[in-house]
Each structure stands twice: as structure tokens, then as C-alpha cells.
């Protein structure tokens, strides 16, 4: 194949583009190999909020080069673009990860505007970037991978898959076909459990759906035992169909861990892992303590605190706002945080020195506690260690990692779709 020309949206810190691209830093040590000749031509990040806001573009920047990410609004930059007052370059594939939000829409297609969502919104950016690429030329825009929570296949709470119908209608719309997997990250050999979807689509594919889900892409990707049974899901034609009507009433999702759509028909199925390959653990990503800034531990009398908070509860408890008293339990947590195995999902709170219920505790050798270090954040989620080391602080750094993706993910499925 010749070169695949990228567009990375919602970039954060460059997670897509390394993933697909690889780098090499010679200086730093730094070597991952690309998945194939992807190349990213135009990638957008941009935090809502003041320019003291923008440190994952700076980073995106420090690390791809000056000029390499557009650290703007996208809705402004499509505006700008369609008003013939911007250039975006003509793609092959399209990447990015966004929110799982409200995408409920307001107007049907039938509609000159076309579809209008009510909420969600960056979801509605991706939707209207693949649509700018497809009238320039039928040929752009012919990938898509994509990257969510995987509550997404089950959200709302009040019409289960919903959200995920409406999503895969709007690309049933614009002619793709699609594929999407949950894949826990540490399952396949990552040291980090993470868990998210994945959805690749593909435009103008005519695949034997069933068959797709254990031969297909994501398959390739992430092998999976056989599936004990596939369900097929009806997926409205038009996006505001599924907000009005999409599995009313369902307790459950229809949308099951793996799936394949092609014509607006899915096939579905739950998953069960095949990996034989090594597995990494967070102790393989940790630095040696001579490395660990004092900050990092944990002073001896936070200690009640740490373990109040990561302990289970039961307890009554008031509302401040109306008084109401409530009961409210939650079960324990490993603490410290086991070493010998791939860690918890880290979230952006991960910054600062105060206790948390949700932010890692190690045990050193010496029986002193510590929070874990910028560094290895980054190598959690794959990234070189330092990746995020361009001048941000502490917390803004567990908060980028916080929001990235396991980088191992893309590439692997970067070097599916070559196959």
C-alpha cells in the first residue's frame, strides 16, 4: 500500500499518531516502531478554557514538531474551513478519541440541514469532518478508528444503546461499514487494565458480517475464542430514529463486546481473550526510587486517611443541600496497589498529594508508601518515559495520561488493517 494520509482528532498528546507513526529519539533512547506508512497531514487538540489550558497541545507540539497540531476550536475551524477561509488536507483515514456524552439528536436527515445533536457535541465534529472529506472527493476519508469509554454501548441508563445506535447510524449514512471491539488492555499483555472500545470503519466494505467478527480487523488485532452465539441488530437508517426509539424500554444493551455492521444490520457477541504472548505488570514500568522526588511519599500520618478512603464503608450520610440523610457503602481496594500485576485504570486525578480513593499507592522495600511518578504515568499508557516532560507541571501531566489511550492499541490495529 502506498502512504496513508491521517487526520488525528481530539489529539491530547499525540496517543493515535504514536501508536500508528512510531518515533525515534535517538537522544532519549527512544524507538517504537511504526505499525505501517501512516502519516498524519492535520491533527486538531484544543482544551476549552484559557491558554494556561493548552499544555497537551504544547506537548503534541514539543514532540511532532512546530505547525503539527491546530490548537483551536474545531467547531470554529470547520466553520472557518467550510467558509472557505481555512485548508484542511485531503485524508485517508480520519482517528480520534472523544466523549461518551449525550448524543441525542434533534433533526432528522430529511431535513436540508441535515442532522442537528443536541449534545455531545464533538461526536457531531468528527461526523461533519467526515462529511467535509467525502465532498471534496469520494475517495478521502476512506478509514476511521475511534476510541471510547465502553459504557458507550450501554448508554443512556434510560435506553440502553442508544448513544452507540445513533453513532453507528450516522456512519451507515455516510456509506461505512464498521467494526468495533472492548478490549481491556491487559489482557493483551499491557500493563495497565484498561478498558475501552474501539470501532474501525471502512467505507464502501461489503463484508460477511458474521464471519468479520472472528476474521475481520479487530479479530486480527485482539484474537478471540470462537463466539458461543452472535445476536443481529436492527440499526435505524436515520440517527434521529434511534433517539426517538432505539431499544425503549431495554434493560440491557444490545450491543455486546464485539461487533460488525455492515448495511445497517450488526452482528454481535461476547468476547473471550486468546493471548499467549507475555504479559507486563506495573512494576516493570517503575523508576528506581532514587529517581522519586520526596513529594511522591506518603508522609506517615496521611496514612489513616489513604486507608479510610481505599477501605470499604458503610455509613449514613447527609446532604448538604437538602438535608436528606442517605446510606452509602462502597467496597475495598487494594492498598497499597500489587506491583506484580497490570495496574488499575489510571484516571486523571492521578496529580497532587492528597489521599484519594482512586489514585495508585505503591510499597517500597524500606515500608514506606508513594504515589507514582509522572513517568511512569506515561509508560502505563505506552507512551516513551518522559513523553509528557515539556514543561507541564506534576498534575497536568497524570491529567494528560489520564485522558490517553493505551498506544500498543492503535498499532496493533494499525497493523490489522494492513493485513
Wanted: with cysteine.
Amino acid at each position: 500500500m502506498g502512504e496513508i494520509r491521517v487526520a488525528e482528532l481530539f489529539a491530547g498528546v499525540g496517543g493515535f499518531r504514536l501508536g500508528l507513526e512510531g518515533y525515534s529519539d535517538q537522544a532519549r533512547g527512544w524507538d517504537l516502531p511504526a505499525a505501517g506508512p501512516y502519516r498524519t497531514v492535520w491533527a486538531n487538540q484544543w482544551e476549552p478554557g484559557t491558554d494556561r489550558r493548552q499544555f497537551a497541545a504544547r506537548c503534541y507540539e514539543a514532540r511532532f514538531g512546530e505547525g503539527s497540531v491546530v490548537n483551536e476550536d474545531i467547531d470554529a475551524v470547520l466553520d472557518e474551513y467550510e467558509a472557505g477561509e481555512r485548508e484542511i488536507p485531503d485524508v485517508d483515514m480520519v482517528v480520534g478519541g472523544f466523549p461518551c456524552q449525550d448524543y441525542s439528536v434533534a433533526r432528522p436527515l430529511s431535513q436540508a440541514a441535515g442532522i442537528e445533536g443536541k449534545k455531545g457535541v464533538l461526536w457531531w465534529d468528527i461526523y461533519r469532518f467526515l462529511r467535509i472529506q467525502l465532498a471534496k472527493s469520494e475517495g478521502n476519508a476512506r478509514y476511521c478508528m475511534f476510541e471510547n469509554v465502553d459504557r458507550l454501548l450501554k448508554s443512556p441508563a434510560r435506553q440502553r444503546g442508544r448513544d452507540f445506535a445513533i453513532i453507528l447510524s450516522c456512519l451507515a449514512s455516510l456509506g461505512y461499514s464498521v467494526e468495533w471491539r472492548v478490549v481491556n488492555s491487559a489482557e493483551y499483555g499491557f500493563p495497565q487494565r484498561r478498558k475501552r472500545v474501539y470501532i474501525y470503519a471502512e467505507r464502501g466494505a461489503s463484508w460477511d458480517a458474521d464471519g468479520r467478527l472472528t476474521d475481520g480487523v479487530m479479530a486480527r488485532a485482539f484474537p478471540m475464542e470462537p463466539p458461543e452465539g452472535i445476536s443481529h441488530v436492527e440499526i435505524p437508517a436515520d440517527p434521529y430514529e434511534a433517539t426517538q426509539s432505539f431499544n425503549i424500554g431495554g434493560r440491557t444493551s444490545p450491543f455486546l463486546e464485539a461487533g460488525v455492521m455492515v448495511g445497517n444490520v450488526a452482528s454481535t457477541c461476547a468476547v473471550t481473550e486468546r493471548y499467549g504472548g507475555p504479559r507486563a505488570t506495573l512494576g516493570d514500568v517503575l523508576v528506581p526510587d532514587s529517581e522519586v522526588p520526596p513529594e511522591f511519599y506518603v508522609p506517615p500520618e496521611q496514612v489513616p486517611r489513604w486507608e479510610y478512603l481505599k477501605g470499604a464503608k458503610r455509613e449514613r450520610r447527609v446532604n448538604k443541600a437538602t438535608g436528606f440523610e442517605y446510606s452509602y457503602s462502597e467496597g475495598a481496594m487494594a492498598f497499597p496497589d500489587p506491583t506484580d500485576r497490570p495496574s488499575r485504570t489510571i484516571l486523571t486525578g492521578e496529580g497532587g498529594t492528597g489521599p484519594s480513593r482512586f489514585k495508585h499507592v505503591i510499597a517500597r522495600p524500606d515500608g514506606r508508601l508513594r504515589r507514582l511518578v509522572p513517568d511512569e504515568l506515561d509508560q502505563l499508557q505506552g507512551f516513551p518515559r518522559g513523553w509528557t516532560d515539556t514543561g507541564m507541571t506534576d498534575g497536568q501531566r497524570a491529567f494528560c495520561m489520564g485522558n490517553a489511550l493505551v498506544v500498543g492499541i492503535p498499532h496493533r490495529i494499525g497493523r490489522a488493517i494492513l493485513e
